[in-house]
């Protein structure tokens, strides 16, 4: 592949069920927390279960929870270049200003307010951006794709400075279709168990800042680490089930090791799918079996702690992947009673240690979509100001 200019993550920040920062979920996994409880935004007596993760207090702004939860992370970020770029990830956006419109009308119009994009020009009138901004929306695996377009980008040269903002709500338009599929475990949500019975939602917003070497110079940041590789993948085979033979998610992570310019064995560990359900976790298994074989990484899922996020899974994962490569440890499994027999010594309900410099973060998600983003430890550069 072409050589490509490398890629700094300068800031992260989130806003969980665990926590308001990156730093108090962090903390909190690693204490084997789950905010998994029950879900009072709405009625679930005629669903599946009454469980998610959410965040307290949420208010609507603008008509929405989403912007609640988004300013708090904007109240983290950094100052930004006029000239950045901004890409979101959402699978549904503002959701649930539909919701509100259907409960008042019987067949409400859909208004652009409603959409995932609405997201997006929300950001960039906020944050006062004049550089390119558009939305990816791939599913669960969303902002995976999202900081793959954006470390492509200024990896090519087309781009000095990324925002990746990727957010989604627990709404009862999700919830309900979650449920309907089956989806949904009444239980929290056992990541890799033989006992697993589904998934739990959840919902939470991230950010990863992207810059260039000449970029990193320019601001005075401190590179916290380097995404040095990307790769995505369609395996083609059901509307909602993953192919059972991991062919996509294989294929997504052999183009980021190439990108990369890394062996398999330079993994050190996976920040995995993980959602629970029964075939998700067979096929991410099978995939790792099918690369590694005997010697897969240790991996984990956040999962069964803060839910699964949706389009925010993957950016919140990767902002953790950082903390994991500088604190060279990977969280627990929350929720894990008893790992899978063939991936036993791989996954635990306990810290790992992590005896490398490079991370595997992947996403998987509905269509078949597979992404997969590489994480590596970076030297200090000399820069010209303090972070």
Partial sequence: MTMMKPVYIVHCAAVTPLGDTLDTTWQALNASRSAIGPLERFATKSYVTSLAATIPVLEARDGSLLYDLLERLLLQLPALPQDCRLLTATTKGPIDLLEQACRTTPSPALTPAMLPEAMTGWLQQRLGLAGEARNINAACASSTAALAQAAASIGAGLADTVLVCCADLVSE???????????????????????RQGLT????????????????????????????????????NHITAPARDGCGLIEAIGQCLARARQPLEAVAAISAHGTGTVYNDAMEITAFRALWGELVPPFNSIKGAVGHTLGAAGGLEAALAVLSLQHAQLPPTVGLQAAEQTVSSMVMSRVQKVGGDLILSTNSGFGGVNAAIAISRVEPLVTGGNA
């Fill in 173 to 195: 338009f999700v919830f309900s279709g979650f449920s309907a599929l089956q989806a949904l475990s009444p239980a929290a949500a056992r990541p890799f168990d033989p006992g």
């Fill in 201 to 236: 939602l959840g919902e939470a917003a991230a950010s990863l800042l992207l810059m260039s070497e000449e970029a990193v110079a320019r601001s005075g940041l401190t590179p916290l680490a380097r995404l040095c590789g990307w790769g995505a993948a369609n395996d083609a």
